[in-house]
């Protein structure tokens, strides 16, 4: 190599070490403009507006795995699967994922880029330019180009601290999807066992209206019952018939939809399901915790919150473009004409320095860009401020629901069995000839309908109670932090 006087400090090893050195040294001394978030404080009452009643607890609630209470392992062995095939929730952590990514990118404009340019080219020049007329010349380079913004003012900070918040808030959103799976799968197996309990209440009232329908025709034939009792007994029974087709057309419907809910083809669980099993009972007492809780299980209120943090970060961003913004750039490499001389240290070369830029008028644009940031934070807070109030209705209206739910099937239950004991009475006086036929009439038809509504009314407590469970935000780990993205240098090794 031909000698050279170029300074040491342009070899890019030493060249990059300044570089670094630089900017690390201008960056340590900048705060990051617009505001620094801190969570809003949500006034919660201290209890419930539910008065006391014995099937609420106000103590802890233990809702992880809320559907344990009802001690029916097809119901968790539904659950578990639909975590693992359901594809709602696959598309939610598919976002999570990218989520993740863009925290990289947010990340990586922390760190210088370094580029590789080279080239080989030959150039010929025209006759007519004034310069260089008519020459054929070769150009071999090769080197280094790097730049660095130095986030003086934090629009780069503010922006990781934005995607950050997004990635967390993605995160919510997949627990959200979860626990409303987890509730739906609760609510279609529950809607399984009512219908065939449904069902089976049918049945038995057919069966014991074609038995009435029986003697009836006997007593007919004996001259003891008329054409006209014949005939409505035959009604009856038509009628109780006639219900048994749109049940089992629920049915299933209820079958298709738990399949889809498990990311399974619709009617793919109906053989693991259609043979006939009690609703499951819920447990006597219910553990709700306080209002307080929620702002901590509900994964739409952290949703909220953490969409909040993500937007004041932005006005940060906004406001970081009325400061002027400073960057390192440089170059560093080897030219020559010839490609034998390229890498001898004549034909080094090297450019280094800052640049600035500072944007003194735009006609108040960046000003009204702050202004719309303000505005939009402003509706997040106002939309987290409201997500917590439609939190707290929701576990409200739950309580209702699920404690007068209670009160109403203890009432129909002794309804059945009045209605029962009333069938078998008005049959014992028909047959000795002190009843007339309508009130058997009246009384298979109270019961078959208060049967129904039983029924309806047990598979309706049980799904109160999940719809209590999910207005809790059950269904997940509240305590579990969030994982952190991997910082930019870590992604890029992946």
């Not at 340019?117 to 280094?144: H, M, Q, V, W």
């Not at 014992?428 to 038809?445: C, H, I, N, P, T």
């Amino acid at each position: 190599m031909t000698g050279s006087t170029r300074p040491k400090y342009s070899t890019p090893k030493t060249f990059f070490k300044v570089f670094c050195l630089a900017g690390l040294v201008l960056l340590s001394a900048c705060a990051a403009v617009g505001p620094d978030y801190k969570k809003p404080e949500s006034k919660v009452p201290l209890q419930w507006t539910k008065p006391p009643d014995p099937a609420l607890v106000r103590g802890e609630a233990d809702i992880r795995q809320w559907w344990g209470v009802f001690d029916d392992p097809q119901l968790t062995s539904l659950i578990n699967r639909s975590a693992q095939g359901n594809l709602d929730l696959k598309a939610a952590v598919a976002r999570v994922k990218e989520a993740r990514a863009r925290v990289g990118i947010a990340s990586g404009s922390m760190y210088p880029e370094v580029n590789v340019p080279a080239e080989a080219i030959r150039r010929g020049t025209s006759d007519n330019e004034a310069n260089t007329p008519g020459i054929t010349y070769n150009r071999f380079s090769a080197g280094l180009d790097a730049s660095w913004e130095i986030d003086l003012f934090g629009r780069i900070r503010r922006s990781i601290e934005a995607a950050k918040a997004d990635y967390q808030a993605s995160e919510e959103d997949r627990v959200d999807v979860l626990v409303t799976l987890y509730a739906q799968v609760a609510l279609t197996y529950l809607d399984v066992r009512t219908l065939q309990s449904r069902l089976a209440a049918t049945y038995k009232n057919i069966k014991s209206q074609q038995d009435m329908l029986k003697l009836t025709q006997v007593r007919f034939k004996n001259g003891l019952a008329t054409g006209l009792d014949m005939a409505q007994a035959e009604t009856v029974l038509a009628s109780s018939e006639a219900e048994v087709p749109p049940l089992k057309t629920d049915l299933g419907q209820a079958y298709n939809n738990l399949g889809v809910l498990l990311g399974l083809h619709p009617g793919s669980v109906k053989q693991e399901l259609e043979a006939p099993k009690p609703i499951p009972i819920p447990p006597p007492t219910v553990a709700v915790g306080v209002p307080a809780d929620l702002l901590r299980q509900r994964p739409d209120i952290r949703r909220s919150e953490r969409q909040l943090a993500a937007q004041t970060a932005r006005i940060g961003v906004a406001t970081a473009d009325l400061y002027p913004t400073f960057s390192l750039i440089g170059t560093v490499g080897f030219a020559a004409s010839d490609a034998s001389n390229l890498f001898q240290g004549s034909s080094s070369f090297f450019s280094f320095g800052p640049t600035f830029y500072w944007n003194l008028f735009d006609g108040g644009r960046i000003r009204s860009r702050i202004k719309v940031q303000d505005a939009i934070t402003e509706q997040l807070l106002f939309s987290y401020e409201q997500t917590v109030l439609t939190a707290m209705k929701e576990a409200e209206d739950a309580f209702i629901a699920y404690v007068e739910q209670i009160a109403r099937v203890a009432a129909l239950a002794r309804t059945v069995k009045a209605s029962a004991r009333s069938l078998r009475l008005a049959v014992s006086l028909y047959k000795e000839g002190l009843a007339d036929f309508q009130r058997v009439l009246d009384a298979q038809r109270s019961l078959f309908e208060f049967d129904n509504q039983l029924a309806q009314a047990q598979g309706q407590t049980a799904a109160n109670l999940v719809s209590l469970y999910k207005a809790l935000g059950g269904g997940w780990q509240p305590d579990q932090m969030l994982q952190e993205p991997a910082p930019a240098k870590q992604q890029a090794k992946k």
